[in-house]
């Protein structure tokens, strides 16, 4: 609530952004411009706040709670603050099968997180998301807004390595058809077995 | 009629004489009740917990044929529920001469709060007597309301003329 | 068009909706989120059935023939089809028998239930359920879900009034969607997705005044009554179908009442009024009624002290104290929201007493009833061109709802066989709004402004200067074309505007020129208008000059029909005037007048005081002889709603003592004084209504019936009340919510917060006033203890104050030197 006082209005030095933001949808369309404003904020401050939401309703003539409502039907969104890692996992289906879960524990464990959390020094935060749209490789783990594909426990434990050093590696790409490259996926549970 | 029969069924006769008699000689003695028999209602806890069973749906009301029960809820607190569920039963009250002991109510009841027990002296004065509330069925409450104030006059337990007697659904009553 | 329902042939309007078609067939299909008067959205896939249709050979535009038997050929969707979506084609068959469809329904509703937790014997809503229902019709009677279920909220305060158990939501959307299509307050949303959606609000408790409806229209008992919370199960409620007397729009109700209480007040169905909603102030302001304050016995004063009596003693000592006065001197007034029967039941008192000073207040200066083109609430509905003048969403609160179907541009559908269309496929989610066609006058932001493509703000108490200006103009417009050159003449006419009375020569041009394009228009006002005898006639005149119906709303639930049947004075000076040192005996039906310490100064020295009240207050704490009464709850009777519609009012069983209606004091005085009056019982009462309006009233439908207007020599024909001088700075305004009853509601007071002094900001400034501080602050004479609110959308140098049936709407005057703050006492601004 104190941010809701002190907070200056995000979109107020930007008129001309927010005037082309908006002027991308007819008048009676001016609701579609929630999603790119949301955008806009959660690009800069990595999460949208309260007053945030209450600000962009304002803007478009909507209730908080319609925003709201937006906002956390797309897990792109974050009410509340998260690391400069974001480690998203993806928990439907085929990367289900494919070992997600024992990924999602893995991270756990290392990262002392669950998921919902972010760490004490702001690096990293861990999420499940719902289907990436990458099931040929699963399982997969999207950092900020790279995807990591068929990641094993050595993936991770790479990835996390350099992170730490505040690497981003790049993602090695991996396709249907990879897997002479690759060989057969192994979920990130069953490798030691 | 032949004389046989009359013979043969007089021979019946004689052979109770020989038979040690089913009379009990109540009040001095005990009565020994079926397990299946349906007395006076007990409200049931949970042994574990000690909260009550009962979550004051007000089914047993509604099963019940002769309108005898009366049900009022309310909303548990959490830190310190009455039953194990949202809802517990601030009022229940059921009239004893209006029930029928049919035990509709045990059969609705669909956390087996209320069960009836072996107990069947219920006999009293006055009306308002035969109303039953929590604070007479709950279970560890011993005897008829008539009982118990004869027994607090008189300074002793009450004593039931009932012979020690068992129904696994009436957990934790102690006859 | 032309289709089949399984075996039944039947001919539907093109656009019906498949689900309606197979109710009109006399078969049922299972579903959730359809509602009758909200869009289908086919969110919940219950009402699958089995559909199909015949189809044209593209090539030569003749139907496809089946070849074995020569009709045309049904070919059936590959899937079964969620019928409320799907319209009826020509031709088409629907099956909703058939094993395949059963299998589809089974299926629907084992999904439904894979994550509603099975605690129905604890749930508010069993018994009465639409999941349980269709789960016992349609379900397989066992679950093969033995997993954990979805564990979430189970108790959370959506509002101080609505109480959410998410485990319980079955994601139907109607709440959700009800916000945004019924009072277009979009305060209710989904959040999250997938399995883990739930619904919520950011916006602190649910602001909208028409908020409950959710609990009566959600399915499933995740949406509930927080005052009727765990009180009793759906079959012990006693149900009443009455109609509401809180408002004069006269919404139909269901009490449910158990053990001599009421549980809780659900919206009835009325088409032609309420739909199937009714406001928050309804709803949830029936606790008073069950308050252990309830005077039960008649109480006569004994040395100085009230006792309880019997009420032939009661009577006796009336009888004898009114035997001592002379009969012309005995003032006789009844609440606006009395029965009409009640009214009859008054005017046999006044009648017998011989006295003319008989009235029923609060009356506002000039009459509520319509002249010679009343508007019905469908009028409104469906009216292409609104003027609204004063805050219908407090004055009536289901005019504010029917404004907004006006807004959407969708006439009220046509009955069919099994009522209301369920899925009346012309509604949409997120329809554009007309809102062009509404204008909105009142002098503060009122909540339908949101929704008005023109509102004009008044100075308070100016209303009648702008109606006469617009009144002017629109003559000045009509000669202006018959004049030579009419361009130039309209131009004169314009010329002479005043913008000082609250909107600009061109805004007034562009209304008029609305309102004559309007095909339908109407105009509706209250008490603003009403306050003011010269601002009625020239609103009325301004209906004649532009063509349209008119609506007024009164000031109480039956004002318009005590008008009617003639509960008046006989003589202006009779009119209702507690402070009058010419009467010297009053009786007074639920009202309060001595509130005003002057009035109750004067009381002190009256022959007889005779309080016939529900409640002990300041006028009952001076009265010789104080008589029990029933709420609107508990009476027998009827009522005249603004539109003209006669309604039953029905009783609930509510335990009061030995509490009657007036019809009941009137028969024990009768009995005391040893005749037989007229109106000494509802049905003696409606034996001279039927003489007078030839309606029986007993035989009135639930839906009521709608009373001719009025003949125009029986309007305005009786006496108006001594004004007072419209003047000062208070402006008391309607209220939804009934500020008498306010303290005896404890889940409204919560919900709604105290009443309120609203101020412009800048004066709550100058006069050191901060928000939520309580004041009491002489109002009109009357002290009023009322919460600061500081409100730009209140004009500076007006504060506005909610309306008492003791303090009529209008300009009263306001002592802000005698303002003193309770110290320490502070409230929730709702």
Known sequence: MIELQTARPFFEDKPELLQEILGRYPDYGRRSALMPLLWEVQRAERYVSEARIAEIADILDLTATEVRGVMSFYSTYHGEPVGRYHLQVCATLSCKLAGADQLTDYLEDTLGLVPGETDAEGRFSLQKVECLGSCTTAPVLQVNDTYYERVGRADVDALLAAMKEDVLPEPARVRAGDNERYGPAAPAGEEDA | ?175 | MKIHVNDVPLDVAPGTSVIDAVFAAGYDVPYFCSQEYMSPIGACRMCLARVGAPRKDRATGEWILDEATGDAKIFWFPNPMATCTTQVMEGMVVDTLSKEVKRAQNGMVEFTLVNHPLDCPTCDKGGACELQDRAYEYGTGESRFVFDKRHQEKHHALSEAITLDRERCIHCKRCVRYFEEVPGDEVLDFIERGGHTYIGTLEDGLPSPFSGNITDICPVGALLDSTSRFRGRNWEYHHTDTTSLDDPSGAALRIDARTGRIERIKAGLNDEVNKTWIDDGTRFGHEYADHADRITLPMVRKDGRLEPVAWSEAMRVVRDKLGGVDGTKVGVAIRADATLEEGVAAQALAAHLGTGRLDHAPRPAASVLPGGAPATLRDVATSDGLLVLGDPTHEAAIVDLRIKDALKGVPPADLLPHGVPIADLRLTERMPRKTEILTVVAPYRTDLMKHAGRTVTPPAGGEGALLRALLALAHARTEAQGASDPGKAADAALAGWDDAVGMSAADAAALLDALAAAEAPVLIWGGFVSADPDADAAARALATAVGAKTLILGPMANAAGLERIGVLPSHERYAYDPASSEVRAWILGDLDPAQDPTVAKRFADLDALIVHAAFENATTALADVVLPAVTGYEKEGSTLNAEGRLLPVRAAPVEAGAATDFTGVVKAYGEAAGERLEGRSVRSARRVLKKRLDVDLAELPDDGRLLPPAPAAARGARALPARRAATGSALVVPSLVRIEHLDRNPTLLREHGGPTLRMHPSDAHAHGLTRGEVVTVPVGGIPRRLVVAPDDGVPEGTWLVPTLPDQPVGLHPLDLDALRRERGETAEVA
């Open chain 2, 1 to 175: 009629m032949s004389v046989l029969g009359i013979a043969k069924g007089m021979g019946v006769t004689l052979s109770h004489l020989f038979k040690k008699p089913v009379t009990v000689q109540y009040p001095e003695e005990k009565v020994d009740v079926q397990a299946r028999f349906r007395g006076r209602h007990h409200l049931l806890r949970h042994p574990d917990t000690g909260l009550e069973k009962c979550i004051g749906c007000s089914l047993c009301a509604a099963a019940c044929p002769a309108y005898a029960i009366y049900v009022e809820a309310a909303e548990n607190d959490p830190d310190d529920p009455t039953s194990a569920g949202e809802r517990y039963a601030s009022i229940y009250e059921i009239n004893m001469l209006r029930c029928i002991f049919c035990g509709f109510c045990e059969e609705a009841c669909p956390t087996g709060a209320i069960v009836l027990g072996h107990e069947f002296e219920l006999a009293d004065f006055r009306y308002e007597n035969f109303v039953y509330g929590k604070d007479d069925m709950l279970v560890g409450v011993k005897g008829s309301k008539w009982q118990r104030r004869e027994a607090e006059r008189a300074g002793r337990d009450v004593e039931l003329g009932l012979a020690p007697s068992h129904r696994p659904e009436l957990e934790g009553v102690d006859y």
